[in-house]
């Protein structure tokens, strides 16, 4: 790793050259891209809602005039394809900068026709390098580091030095990138049953923290959807709940929290995902709320995260027609990105698309023109494109065309650096072992994080009082039920990780799973295993994972209560399972939710049924009937304590 004194005598020799070279005659930047002010004027919020600002907020104390050099310099010094190559964010396959595996060296040709990331950068001039755990970029915290360093490094010895937006998808909860020993927060849907801004300031501060000890600036959170859909495929405790005044004050917290620790947060997706059915990653999902719902419902929290000086807003792939008529994802729509997000929102930090990857966005047109499409509409950062060389070559086309003028390139490409600026990666692009011993996964951090996670766990039936647990009266347990697949590096499986916590708590545990959650359910021989195995014991803990209509999960639950043991639930992840659980003799005797199966969580729920910490947690979503969805089971602000 470098030392501080090398890392920093780099860069300012590069972006001296830069100054050299802009000043021995290369061409000027053009003129409608000088930068704004810093304190920028306020523009009015549609709606009547408080003004928000039209670029988002800077850093305490920074060098506003040497930041406006320094970009003018480096947009004047840079040819077209540098200036494009600016605007992508590209994955990449390997551990390393220069020496990743034989494999994903073979990855990365067929995929980009490059070796590794030092290639990419030097080939296609890429503004930002996203990490993900399946293109092997994870693997732990000092190697990630190094990655991270030996990218900057690439970028650093171009020609125009540009220093590397790294990037992931770290929401904590069911979506989390970086896994132990990085600490893991509580999800969205957690930290909404928290009810804390304090306590999601907080996680995201720390998280980002340790994200930037990592190299990594921008984190695809928070997202902003609000989730009225119990049925959505693909959001659900990825939000932070129903209510869109909470999930507003959540999001600007966790925007706060985030940009204080250097990491630059992005509000998704716009202009609001938490009412679709279909998932857009396979599909193209329509929203059908009117011009009065999306204000009423949708706005909110992306009003608060640009009141909040969010850096950076993601895009969905779906068609909103109250807000533009068109068929077209709102990720290509002029009328929602510029006229709506920008003109009638305020909004002038990055825009940045979901991935261009997912199948919402590349059903009606080819990969080679969704890039120049979005950037039409308003998008500055263009995510993860299927074929790099298709989606480069086609904004190179539109630019030369005429299609696309290289003013519009800029003011992107503008939005950008002044994001760097702003997260000072022009001061510092590196980071070193000892920020990454002195931040990742701490024990205070852990402990933190902990902490928080008590505070969202809902209790939300226990009939006759039967928890807290004791295991005095309740010294055999055992824990059945779904092990679904733990999020990125963040252990299990579930009934393991409950099984090690209660018995650390005093309990004598036995795990027993029964499948892996999806439907139906478990088997007959499963269900018939876990029945004659409660028999006899003091109590019985049994998680379910999202239930539908038909599922077995129900019958395993049923027959357990039937055995006449006491039965609590853990629904692990929506908290609708509930629903389906009722009825004469067939209901558990108490029933809890945790928003995910995440370490974390499972603890912090261990230490609520064993009574060493007190449920806090309110459901953030309402929970309706399942024989009559128009009727509330359990209302927003449900939850019991003790």
């Known amino acids: 790793m470098h030392t501080t004194t090398s890392r920093r005598a780099l860069l300012t020799t590069a972006l001296a050259a830069t100054a050299a070279g802009a000043a021995a005659g290369a061409c000027s930047a053009p003129a409608d891209s000088s930068p704004a002010p810093v304190a920028p004027a306020r523009r009015p919020a549609s709606g009547g809602a408080s003004a928000s600002p039209s670029r988002p907020t800077t850093q305490p104390g920074r060098d506003h005039e040497r930041d406006r050099r320094r970009i003018d310099e480096l947009i004047g010094r840079m040819t077209l394809d540098q200036k494009i190559g600016q605007l992508f964010v590209m994955r990449v396959y390997g551990d390393s900068a220069t020496h990743p595996d034989p494999a994903d060296v073979a990855a990365n040709r067929k995929d980009i026709g490059v070796d590794n990331a030092a290639e990419l950068i030097a080939k296609y001039h890429v503004g930002g390098v996203m990490y993900i755990g399946w293109a092997h970029n994870i693997r732990s915290p000092h190697q990630v580091a190094g990655l991270s360093n030996g990218i900057q490094k690439a970028a650093l010895a171009a020609s125009v030095p540009v220093p590397v937006l790294i990037s992931t998808d770290q929401e904590y909860g069911t979506v989390a990138r970086v896994g132990a020993p990085a600490t893991q927060f509580p999800g969205a849907m957690a930290l909404g049953a928290g009810g804390s801004a304090a306590d999601a300031r907080t996680a995201a501060r720390t998280a980002g923290a340790e994200l930037a000890a990592l190299g990594i600036r921008q984190d695809y959170a928070p997202i902003a959807d609000v989730n009225v859909n119990p049925a959505n495929p693909v959001i659900g405790v990825r939000s932070f709940g129903a209510d869109p005044k909470a999930v507003a004050r959540l999001v600007a917290a966790q925007v706060e929290g985030y940009q204080s620790a250097g990491v630059a947060a992005t509000a998704k997706h716009f202009p609001g995902h938490g009412d679709t059915s279909v998932d857009s990653h396979v599909g193209l999902p329509r929203i059908t709320h009117s011009r009065k719902e999306w204000e009423r419902l949708d706005a909110p929290p ?255 639950v049923a027959r357990l209560v039937a055995t006449g043991v006491p039965v609590v639930h853990l629904a692990l992840s929506n908290p609708y399972d509930i629903a389906r659980l009722g009825g004469r003799g067939t209901a558990p005797g108490a029933s809890l939710a945790t928003y995910c199966w995440t370490d974390v969580e499972l603890r912090a729920a261990a230490r609520v049924i064993a009574g060493r910490a007190t449920p806090r947690g309110k459901l953030p979503v309402a929970v309706e009937r399942a024989d009559d969805p128009s009727r509330e089971l359990y209302p927003i602000g449900h939850g019991l304590t003790y």
């Open 302 to 556: 992306f009003r608060a995260a640009i009141e909040a000086g969010i850096d950076s807003i993601m895009t969905a792939h779906l068609l909103f027609p109250a807000l533009d008529p068109a068929d077209d994802p709102a990720t290509l729509s002029r009328p929602i990105l510029t006229g709506v997000l920008r003109e009638e929102l305020g909004y002038d930090g990055v825009v940045v698309t979901d991935s261009l990857g997912m199948q919402g966005v590349r059903k009606k047109y080819g990969d080679d023109r969704v890039p120049v499409l979005a950037l039409k509409a308003g998008v500055d950062q263009l995510l993860n494109p299927p074929k790099l060389s298709l989606a480069f070559e086609g904004v190179r086309k539109a630019v030369r065309s005429g299609e696309l003028d290289e003013d519009r390139i800029d003011r992107s490409l503008r939005r950008i650096l002044e994001l760097k600026a702003r997260r000072g990666l022009f001061d510092d692009p590196y980071t070193s072992d000892r920020a990454v011993n002195r931040t990742v996964g701490t024990r205070e951090h852990r402990a933190t994080a902990d902490r928080i996670a008590e505070r969202t766990t809902t209790l939300i039936t226990n009939r006759g009082g039967l928890l807290p647990l004791s295991p005095r009266r309740h010294r055999d347990v055992l824990v059945v039920g779904v092990d679904a697949a733990a999020p990125s590096g963040t252990g299990g499986p579930p009934t393991a990780v409950l099984t090690r916590a209660l018995s650390g708590l005093g309990f004598r545990t036995e795990a027993l799973p029964t499948g892996t959650g999806s439907s139906p359910g478990p088997s007959p021989e499963r269900i018939e295993a876990a029945v004659a195995a409660a028999r006899g014991r003091d109590a019985v803990i049994v998680t379910t994972y999202d239930m539908v209509a038909g599922s077995t999960q129900r019958t395993l």
